[in-house]
Protein backbone atom coordinates (compact mmCIF):
# COMPACT_ATOMS: atom_id res chain seq x y z
CA UNK A 1 0.00 0.00 0.00
CA UNK A 2 3.19 2.71 0.75
CA UNK A 3 1.41 4.24 3.39
CA UNK A 4 4.82 3.34 5.54
CA UNK A 5 7.00 4.57 3.10
CA UNK A 6 5.27 7.87 1.95
CA UNK A 7 5.23 8.89 5.38
CA UNK A 8 8.97 8.29 5.89
CA UNK A 9 9.88 9.95 2.83
CA UNK A 10 7.96 12.98 3.61
CA UNK A 11 9.27 13.43 7.04
CA UNK A 12 13.16 12.95 5.62
CA UNK A 13 12.32 15.60 2.52
CA UNK A 14 10.81 18.02 5.68
CA UNK A 15 13.79 17.76 7.32
CA UNK A 16 15.98 18.49 4.07
CA UNK A 17 17.15 15.79 2.81
CA UNK A 18 18.80 15.98 -0.83
CA UNK A 19 17.56 12.47 -2.52
CA UNK A 20 15.73 9.47 -1.02
CA UNK A 21 16.91 6.36 -2.91
CA UNK A 22 14.57 3.12 -1.37
CA UNK A 23 15.59 -0.32 -1.65
CA UNK A 24 12.71 -2.81 -1.26
CA UNK A 25 13.78 -6.43 0.26
CA UNK A 26 11.14 -7.90 -1.35
CA UNK A 27 9.68 -8.48 -5.07
CA UNK A 28 6.78 -6.48 -5.82
CA UNK A 29 3.67 -7.29 -4.16
CA UNK A 30 0.76 -7.33 -6.64
CA UNK A 31 -1.11 -10.47 -4.68
CA UNK A 32 -3.47 -10.39 -1.41
CA UNK A 33 -2.29 -12.79 0.99
CA UNK A 34 -4.76 -15.12 2.55
CA UNK A 35 -2.64 -16.68 4.88
CA UNK A 36 -2.29 -14.39 7.44
CA UNK A 37 -0.23 -11.19 6.01
CA UNK A 38 -2.48 -8.28 6.54
CA UNK A 39 -1.89 -7.10 2.54
CA UNK A 40 -5.70 -5.75 2.19
CA UNK A 41 -7.47 -6.00 -1.24
CA UNK A 42 -5.78 -5.88 -4.50
CA UNK A 43 -7.12 -2.76 -5.40
CA UNK A 44 -5.13 -1.59 -2.53
CA UNK A 45 -1.61 -2.29 -3.46
CA UNK A 46 0.65 -0.44 -5.23
CA UNK A 47 2.45 -3.02 -7.73
CA UNK A 48 -1.04 -4.34 -8.70
CA UNK A 49 -2.11 -1.00 -9.95
CA UNK A 50 1.04 1.00 -10.84
CA UNK A 51 3.93 0.45 -12.73
CA UNK A 52 7.38 0.85 -10.81
CA UNK A 53 8.55 4.53 -12.19
CA UNK A 54 4.63 5.31 -11.24
CA UNK A 55 5.56 3.90 -7.92
CA UNK A 56 8.62 5.85 -7.29
CA UNK A 57 6.80 8.79 -8.20
CA UNK A 58 3.79 8.14 -5.92
CA UNK A 59 6.53 7.61 -3.03
CA UNK A 60 8.33 10.54 -4.19
CA UNK A 61 11.49 9.20 -4.16
CA UNK A 62 14.31 9.73 -6.19
CA UNK A 63 14.95 5.74 -7.07
CA UNK A 64 13.38 2.73 -6.35
CA UNK A 65 14.62 -0.85 -6.79
CA UNK A 66 13.37 -4.17 -5.22
CA UNK A 67 14.75 -7.39 -5.17
CA UNK A 68 13.98 -10.52 -7.71
CA UNK A 69 12.21 -13.14 -6.65
CA UNK A 70 14.59 -14.95 -8.11
CA UNK A 71 17.20 -13.02 -5.77
CA UNK A 72 14.77 -13.63 -2.52
CA UNK A 73 14.53 -17.23 -2.81
CA UNK A 74 18.08 -17.70 -3.54
CA UNK A 75 18.68 -15.53 0.02
CA UNK A 76 17.33 -18.27 1.89
CA UNK A 77 20.11 -20.85 0.98
CA UNK A 78 17.12 -23.48 -0.48
CA UNK A 79 15.72 -24.68 -3.71
CA UNK A 80 12.37 -22.11 -2.46
CA UNK A 81 10.46 -24.89 -2.11
CA UNK A 82 7.91 -24.86 1.03
CA UNK A 83 7.82 -21.03 0.08
CA UNK A 84 4.79 -19.39 -0.71
CA UNK A 85 4.68 -16.74 -3.26
CA UNK A 86 1.59 -16.28 -4.25
CA UNK A 87 1.91 -12.43 -2.67
CA UNK A 88 4.52 -11.83 -5.89
CA UNK A 89 3.27 -14.36 -8.99
CA UNK A 90 -0.35 -14.60 -7.66
CA UNK A 91 0.12 -18.25 -7.85
CA UNK A 92 -1.76 -19.69 -4.80
CA UNK A 93 -0.75 -22.99 -2.90
CA UNK A 94 -4.68 -23.48 -2.57
CA UNK A 95 -7.85 -22.57 -4.16
CA UNK A 96 -9.11 -19.30 -2.65
CA UNK A 97 -12.85 -18.70 -2.92
CA UNK A 98 -12.96 -15.80 -4.73
CA UNK A 99 -15.68 -14.35 -1.86
CA UNK A 100 -12.79 -14.58 0.60
CA UNK A 101 -12.02 -11.46 2.03
CA UNK A 102 -9.99 -9.61 5.03
CA UNK A 103 -13.01 -8.58 6.77
CA UNK A 104 -14.54 -12.02 6.32
CA UNK A 105 -11.89 -13.12 8.67
CA UNK A 106 -11.76 -10.76 11.21
CA UNK A 107 -15.40 -10.65 12.06
CA UNK A 108 -15.29 -14.43 12.73
CA UNK A 109 -11.80 -14.16 14.17
CA UNK A 110 -12.78 -11.50 16.88
CA UNK A 111 -13.40 -13.30 20.30
CA UNK A 112 -13.09 -11.74 23.87
CA UNK A 113 -9.64 -13.98 24.71
CA UNK A 114 -7.87 -12.15 27.59
CA UNK A 115 -4.20 -11.16 26.46
CA UNK A 116 -1.84 -14.12 26.14
CA UNK A 117 1.18 -14.39 28.58
CA UNK A 118 4.99 -15.73 27.43
CA UNK A 119 5.36 -18.89 27.63
CA UNK A 120 8.64 -18.36 29.26
CA UNK A 121 8.43 -15.40 31.07
CA UNK A 122 12.36 -15.90 31.97
CA UNK A 123 13.10 -14.78 28.57
CA UNK A 124 13.02 -11.29 29.65
CA UNK A 125 13.94 -9.22 33.10
CA UNK A 126 10.60 -8.27 33.33
CA UNK A 127 8.46 -10.91 32.00
CA UNK A 128 7.53 -8.60 29.17
CA UNK A 129 7.86 -8.51 25.61
CA UNK A 130 10.87 -5.65 24.62
CA UNK A 131 7.78 -4.08 23.18
CA UNK A 132 6.28 -3.47 26.21
CA UNK A 133 9.07 -2.44 28.11
CA UNK A 134 9.83 0.43 25.53
CA UNK A 135 5.96 1.66 26.07
CA UNK A 136 6.76 1.86 29.83
CA UNK A 137 4.81 -0.95 30.65
CA UNK A 138 7.68 -2.98 32.84
Not at 44 to 61: F, S
Not at 84 to 98: L, N
Not at 99 to 128: I, M, W, Y
Request: aromatic share 6%; net charge negative; proline share 5%.
Amino acid sequence: RGTTQKQIVKMLRESGVAEVHLRLTSPPIKWSCFFGIDTGERSELLAANLEIDEIRAYLNVDSLAFITLDRLIASTGTSGSGFCDACFTGVYPVEVPITLRKGVLEAEGATDEPQRQLANPGLFASGLLPADEARGQA
